[in-house]
């Protein structure tokens, strides 16, 4: 993943300041990192930061804040984004006006948004958080992807906007109001989560999925460009037959994956021996040549064991398997590095075990 940050503000913040906000999301981009700071044209200052992990194109073309100017030089677009976009390819092949100078995908939504206008989300198939600037017209827009796989955080206060991809990054920023909202306690204790928008701050919300806010004139406005309920509705009920919608769902799931796998760094799968794990896996399996790499959790208390299955699927696919067995030890370890990661309250039992997973897995791939 990569981390993204920034801000429109009439205070003056230094760049010392503004770099300590990108640095303390390091841990997402290791690669590489900038910020860009300009002033607009209603004289208000406006930074962009980002810290890469390089995973399309890993040349500097993918250098980030990513910006496009015209033929006179004049910046037209400035965008930081994290995700991936897995239609990127197909897309180029539309925008025969624009003039590429990379491999990225982070270029091709610039494009987009030159070609289509707001409509550009749309057309995007990926996970994504993205920060576009449009110079021309002074105008913010953060986005989200449809089902809400990356995360968007951002701070409203009378007319100043910070936004970033982690809630510690805005907490560095300076002016920023470290107050609880106590009104998500309730959700919290009944959940075990802070749900919707809200977060554990005040004035500091999550973007919705499929949402977009635009910030412009010292306003903000959020529109909804995609919506679950409302594709379903659209799809309306199955008529084809069984063995048609069997043919349909191997198909889109195939596609979906090998989607997935397009890379420019070692991708792996996490495999728990369950449904979805093991049927994304399968596929994977299926469109590589070389065995993928996989990886496991296992735990010694037999009844919470899920390891044994997971190493069964492994051996029958033929994955480059890997597990990692873990006691009370390495868990009461993990617990104190996870406020490092979850900025608000989270009492998910999954995390540990996840971000055990995930360790594993980034010693051998990038991209899971």
């Given amino acids: 993943m990569c981390g993204i940050c920034g801000f429109i503000s009439n205070r003056r913040i230094t760049e010392h300041e503004f770099d300590k906000m990108n640095k303390v999301m390091s841990h997402r981009g290791p690669d590489d990192a900038d910020i860009l700071q300009w002033t607009a044209k209603d004289g208000r200052n406006v930074a962009f930061g980002h810290r890469r992990l390089s995973v399309i194109d890993l040349s500097l073309a993918g250098h980030q804040p990513m910006c496009c100017s015209d033929q006179e030089g004049k910046a037209l677009l400035t965008v930081v984004f994290n995700g991936e976009i897995y239609n990127y390819t197909r897309l180029k092949e539309e925008m025969v ?45 953060l986005a989200r992807d449809r089902v809400g796989k990356k995360t968007l955080y951002y701070y409203i206060n009378n007319d100043e906007i910070v936004f970033a991809s982690e809630l510690k990054a805005i907490m560095m920023y300076p002016g920023f109001e470290k107050k609880i909202d106590k ?98 896996t399968a596929v994977a399996q299926k469109l ?74 980034r010693e051998q791939v990038t991209v899971a």
């Fill in 183 to 280: 009104t998500v306690i309730p959700g919290y204790l009944h959940y075990g989560c802070i749900r919707g928008e809200k977060s554990i701050f005040v004035n500091t919300y999550k973007l919705r999925p499929g949402c977009f806010l635009e910030f412009m004139n010292r306003k903000s406005k959020i529109t909804q460009y995609w919506n679950s309920v409302q594709q379903y509705h659209i799809g309306g009920r199955l008529t084809d037959s069984y063995e048609t919608i069997k043919k349909t769902a191997n198909h889109i799931i195939h596609e979906a994956v090998k989607d997935r796998l397009v890379a420019d760094v070692p991708v792996g799968t996490f495999l728990s021996g369950g449904i979805d794990s093991s049927l994304v």
């Fill in 97 to 141: 006006d624009f003039t590429f100078s990379s491999n990225t995908d982070t270029e091709v939504i610039l494009a987009s948004y030159l070609k289509w206008g707001d409509e550009f989300l749309e057309h995007l198939q990926g996970m994504f958080a993205i920060a576009l600037y449009d110079h021309r017209i002074d105008r913010l827009i």
């Fill in 288 to 361: 590589k040549n070389e065995p993928i790499k996989t990886f496991s959790i296992g735990f010694f208390e037999k009844e919470k064991n899920e390891a044994p299955y997971a190493k069964e699927v492994a051996s029958y696919l033929g994955t480059d398997h890997t597990e990692l067995y873990v006691g009370e030890e390495e868990l009461f370890n993990m617990l104190e590095d996870l406020p490092q990661y979850y900025d608000e309250p989270f009492s998910d039992s999954s995390q540990i075990p996840s971000m055990l997973v995930a360790k594993l897995a």
